[in-house]
């Protein structure tokens, strides 16, 4: 059904550049974790729920204002469910545990539901708490992205706090200066892309 002309959400973003600045701040605290594995971790969610949108539809998107990914009603029922988040993260948290030991799988277990709770911050009430919305109960979601200059800030302070903490972690622990410049550039690069779009 068509949504009458004057009642159009407002704008939101994907946050992306949010969930990868907190890889690069848990990578400050923690060294031995890989930062490409923290990376991924805070995008599981996310590929798993990509990869069932392209596999027959098994979560998809409800665009409600005719523009981009913050501005629909997301469907990813098993992903993005409480228990759904927390299963997907318990399942990384044990392959990282038995590739890099007891710690780093549990700080990547705890990065893949970072994305789960940021998403909770931002999202309209499309997030359920049983996989497949098992019992119908009430979907969650504070929808900071109703507030796009919120949404903004928000990601903004994300950014620069996981950007600081890297570049001072990379200098404690001899990374290549350039590198870690490289890191938090891009950090800001696609804080500045997802902004834009």
Do not use: C
Request: net charge positive; proline share 6%; charged share 15%.
């Amino acid at each position: 059904m068509a949504r009458p002309p004057g009642d159009r959400p407002p704008e939101g973003r994907a946050m992306m550049a949010g969930h990868f600045a907190l890889a690069a701040a848990v990578k400050a605290g923690q060294p031995r974790t890989p930062l490409w594995a923290l990376m991924l971790a805070t995008q599981l969610l996310d590929v798993i729920f990509v990869i069932l949108f392209l596999a027959g539809g098994v979560e998809g998107l409800t665009d409600v204002t005719g523009g981009s990914y913050g501005e629909a009603l997301i469907h990813a029922y098993w992903t993005h469910s409480l228990i759904g988040a927390l299963g997907i993260a318990a399942a990384a948290a044990g392959v990282a545990g038995w590739r890099w030991g007891r710690r780093p799988g549990l700080v990547i277990g705890a990065t893949v539901f970072s994305h789960w709770l940021l998403d909770l911050l931002v999202h309209r009430a499309d997030l359920p708490i049983l996989p497949g919305n098992a019992g119908d109960l009430p979907l969650l979601g504070l929808g900071l992205w109703r507030t796009p200059w919120a949404s903004a800030a928000v990601e903004l302070a994300l950014v620069l706090t996981g950007a600081v903490l890297y570049l001072r972690s990379a200098r404690r622990h001899g990374v290549d200066r350039r590198w870690a410049f490289t890191t938090a550039a891009l950090l800001l690069l696609i804080l500045a892309v997802d902004v834009a779009s």
